[in-house]
């Protein structure tokens, strides 16, 4: 039932408005009372007026019942005292009296129609033994009271039954009262409460109106904040600090907002550094062909020197790029890894064979100790990529003659991978910044030795899509460690 009125509710355009349920809530609550009130008032006055009749009808049927004892009526209907009181009865009530005798028999209807007549009813035998009976027949507009004919020395309230066998009564009063004047007052009753409750549902409807309009007004404005800052008229904090609801929403919102702000900042740092590397090979490449051109007869030798700079910029710009569209890679969500069941031993050895020619190119020796074999689920190609920047990073910033060790580790659940150096360190203040993107702590040298700043992002990236986590340690002329740590098994 209750989901039935909530899929109605939902079906229904308008009634997905706050403020149209606000309108027929207010509606309602002021209509229902009005309408039932009218309804009570109305039936407590028919049930009053008619019990009045009732009372007023069987009071004047006593007295008359006496007299018919009196002038020995039921003997004899020729009084016309008795005669002239039924009439003015029947009159005053506008209904119709029957008399009826000891053996069922009418000895006098008002109307004249049923004299001579047996009336056996339910009613009328109850009433011989003492117990008279109203009826209020509600649908054809008449009461319909018996009265016994009784001694009054020997009258029995009316209501208590006389014991079975026992006939108290001389006969039976039948009376037909007519309830015209009380369904007409009721009528108009109907009418006047009717009218009030017509003006009242015009102001019912005005409050509703008004209330349900101020009631939701704090979350037009809301809209109207979140739209001005959608446009773009401002980008402050919005308040709209009417309800606790609005102020939840507009905190959600604000926090949004700011959460916004740092990603639009950043992307604009971003742009700007991208710009900046990008800019400072062409520059240079830019500067010698400038030096060039501007020289007469110019040697071959100092052409190919020229030229062979000019190449290494373009490659510097080519290894820009190629690390900055691994990074976009990286930044895709984890739903973008090619996951397989990778021996990692393998992979580390095949990452040390392609650095080894170029770290003894420095003298430097890279040591691999693999502690146990471990296969994991890995995207093959970015863990390459983040493993390389490691071990291609404790190369670098190493001294000449130094080391890179290499650990690979594994426990039931991670398995690791420590790369330690005997370089340069990194000083501690620069450590919290080693990620970011073109981050370098020497910016000359790392451009020197063909640094992008962009390797750790790259591998902190590919370690976070794996749901493992990096760290480092270093200690400034001594060296620095780099551990991973990564599921064996890579979580969904
Ligand atoms: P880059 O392309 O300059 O090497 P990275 O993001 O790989 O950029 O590294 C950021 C900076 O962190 C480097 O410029 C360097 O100063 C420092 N760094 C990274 N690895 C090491 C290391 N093993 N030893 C010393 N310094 C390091």
């Not at 039976?172 to 007409?184: A, E, F, G, K, P």
Request: glycine content about 6%; aromatic content about 6%.
């Amino acid at each position: 039932m209750f989901s039935k009125c909530k899929n109605y509710l939902a079906k229904v355009k308008i009634l997905r408005s706050l403020k149209a349920r606000l309108f027929l809530i207010i509606l309602l609550a002021g209509i229902i009372p009005s309408v039932g009130m009218r309804h009570a008032i109305l039936q407590n006055y028919e049930d009053r007026a008619v019990s009045v009749r009732i009372a007023d009808v069987q009071n004047q049927f006593k007295i008359l019942a006496n007299h018919l004892l009196t002038y020995s009526y039921l003997h004899d209907t020729s009084s016309d005292i008795v005669n002239t009181e039924l009439e003015q009865l029947s009159n005053l009530y506008d209904g119709r009296v029957l008399v009826i005798d000891k053996n069922f028999k009418v000895i006098k209807d008002t109307y004249g129609i049923s004299e001579g007549k047996t009336v056996i009813s339910e009613e009328v035998i109850r009433c011989l033994k003492g117990s008279g009976s109203t009826n209020y027949d509600r649908k054809n507009g008449y009461i319909e009271i018996t009265t016994p004919i009784v001694d009054g020395t020997l009258s029995v309230p009316a209501g208590t039954e006389e014991k079975e066998g026992g006939s108290l009564a001389e006969g039976v009063l039948l009376t037909s009262v007519s309830t015209d004047t009380i369904t007409t007052t009721l009528e108009i009753l109907n009418r006047k409460a009717l009218i009030v409750e017509i003006i009242a549902l015009i102001f019912i409807i005005a409050i509703a109106f008004v209330l349900s309009s101020l009631l939701t007004a704090p979350f037009e404005r809301v809209t109207q904040a979140i739209n001005a800052v959608k446009a773009g008229f401002t980008d402050e904090q919005i308040s709209v600090n009417d309800y606790v609801e609005t102020e939840h929403i507009v905190d959600a919102f604000n926090q949004l907002l700011g959460r916004m702000k740092t990603l639009d900042d950043s992307r604009q740092e971003f742009v700007s550094n991208v710009s900046h590397e990008l800019k400072t090979p062409l520059t240079s490449m830019k500067v010698l062909a400038d030096s060039l051109m501007m020289q007469e007869e110019v040697p071959v030798e100092l052409y190919k020197e020229f030229m062979t700079d000019i190449a290494n910029e373009i490659e510097r710009e080519n290894k820009i790029i190629n690390d900055l569209l691994s990074l976009v890679k990286m930044d895709k969500k984890a739903a973008d890894l090619n996951i397989d069941s990778i021996d990692i031993n393998d992979l580390v050895e095949l990452i040390l064979k392609r650095l080894r020619p170029i770290a003894r190119k420095q003298g430097i020796e890279i040591i691999y100790e693999s502690i146990r074999p471990v296969t994991a689920e890995v995207d093959e190609v970015k863990l390459t990529q983040a493993l390389s920047n490691l071990v291609e990073n404790a190369v670098k910033y190493n001294k000449p003659q130094g080391w890179v060790r290499v650990t690979l580790d594994a426990d039931h659940q991670f398995f690791s991978v420590e790369v330690s150096d005997s370089g340069i360190g990194i000083p501690a203040e620069a450590l919290e910044h080693i990620y970011e993107r073109f981050y370098r702590v020497d910016k000359s040298h790392s451009r020197e030795i063909g640094g992008t700043g962009l390797g750790l992002a790259i591998t902190r990236s590919a370690v976070l899509m794996h749901r493992g986590s990096i760290k480092v340690s270093s200690e400034e002329e001594k060296g620095t460690t780099f551990t991973v740590k990564i599921p064996l098994i890579h979580p969904v």
